[in-house]
């Protein structure tokens, strides 16, 4: 076993799940490469969309990748730190607003 | 920002053509961790790599330059003064004359610094080539009044403007071309446009060349050439034919940078993993040959830095150009190659596929 759960390695290996199960691995890669063509939004959209997500569910593999993805895809450094305050914001408020939950309880409870 | 200087000047290991090959040559190749450029070949029976049509006869008329870029493969800079003279130019001309080619490719350094340049392009033009490229830095033409001039002179002589500007904006150009390359870049373009370069209908070609401003490969090149387009026209009024994107080559500057930022073994990692073999049959090595100031040959412009000159069967100088042993010669490989194999495919005319 590793000593330690994470392993940059990893990274380059993703497309190995398939070992495992082949079939859903090839549905996945090709809806993953689907989803992230230019469409209705630009591709360029697209991977600061990722880089902000990356952080929200603190994926480090997803952090690489899409640091290197936006900078690639032109971003600025300015940008992709407007993305991950997206993320800081919206992870904030999603625990700030359950604030309102806990002042409605404590104003039923509290004479 | 610190001053960059040339690795000759600095009496920099990597000047040495034989230190670089011998970096590119280390151990996450020999201990067999990555497979070798040819072993990639072997794999798809594309070994030995062969040309196709020489069509694109590409001149380095010399390595000085006005600028001293962080990633030049080059290793160009205003120390440098290694220059093609006019005879090489004349034996070039007479070579070209007789194979017609389709295309004449001019580099440096900045080449309109070679005091025949004017000479050499004018000349060129009176022989049947379809098209003649300068690759211009942009900045000469505003580094000296004798310069100034530069965008009428291209238009005389129907030149075919090919730049590089490695960013829409000042900060990650500067960064990789040194301070204030930037603004004199959107001057110089603008200098360009008035006289019709870039515009719509006008005939003029103005293309400019993308390479990423680190340790990565670019983005899919219309994505890119789209959001320049954007960002040139709507804050500087610049217009432009295409943008062409470069993989960043392991030679010379870049590979230097490679070392030092610690980024060497990932980056080489990136270039084999993103080994793509529908790259391989349009590799420039396959329809272009690479001339030195002194008039030897080679497979590219990356070889000529590495001094890994054409296969010795093939003709090695313009003095013995032999067009038949040229074109049926085994290409020179090494592997610095997988740059142009990666991702997208990458050559003097941008991506490849």
Known sequence: MEKSYYNPEDLKKFGNIAEFDAELAAKFFDYYGEV??????????????????????????????????TIA??????????????????????????????MNKAKKLVM | MALIKSLKSRNSDLAEPAEQLKLLNGDIFREGKLPTFREKLMEINAFPLKPAA?????????????????HCHVDAGPDRKEIMSRE????????????????????????????????????????????????????????????????????????????????????RTDRQRGEGVFAKSVEALKLLNAVGYGLPDSGLILDLVYN?????????????????????????????????CLNNLPVSRFLEYLVESDNFDEYMDLLVRSFNPGAVQGVMCRDTISVDYDGFIYDC????????????????HINDFDIKKLTERNIVINQHCFGCTAGAGSSCQGATT
């Open chain 1, 36 to 69: 992230f063509k230019e469409g209705a939004l630009t591709a360029r959209e697209k991977s600061l969309i990722a880089l902000a997500v990356a952080h929200a569910v603190q994926c480090p593999y997803c952090i690489d990748a899409y640091t290197q993805d």
């Open chain 1, 73 to 102: 895809k032109g971003c600025s450094e300015e940008q992709m730190m407007e993305a991950v305050h997206v993320t800081a914001a919206i992870r904030g408020g999603a625990s700030l607003v359950h604030g309102v939950q806990m």
């Open chain 2, 54 to 70: 020489i069509k694109i006869f590409q001149m380095n008329i010399g390595y000085m330059c006005n600028q001293t870029c962080k």
């Open chain 2, 88 to 171: 090489t130019m004349q034996r070039c001309i007479d070579i070209i004359s007789e194979h017609k080619f389709d295309t004449v490719d001019i580099t440096g350094g900045a080449p309109e610094m070679n005091p025949d340049f004017r000479w050499f392009v004018s000349e060129l033009r009176k022989t049947e080539v379809r098209e003649i490229i300068v690759r211009c830095n942009l900045t000469i033409i505003l580094a000296n009044a004798k310069y100034n001039d530069l965008p009428e002179f291209f238009k005389a002589n129907r030149i075919r403007v090919v730049s590089s500007l490695p960013f829409y904006n000042a900060d």
């Open chain 2, 212 to 244: 990423p401003g680190g340790a990565f490969l670019p983005a899919e090149q219309s994505g890119l050439e789209r959001d320049f387009k954007k960002e040139l026209k709507d804050h500087f009024g610049i217009q432009f034919n295409m943008l062409l």
């Open chain 2, 301 to 316: 412009d990356f070889n000529q830095m590495l001094k890994m000159k054409v296969d010795r069967n093939a003709s090695q």
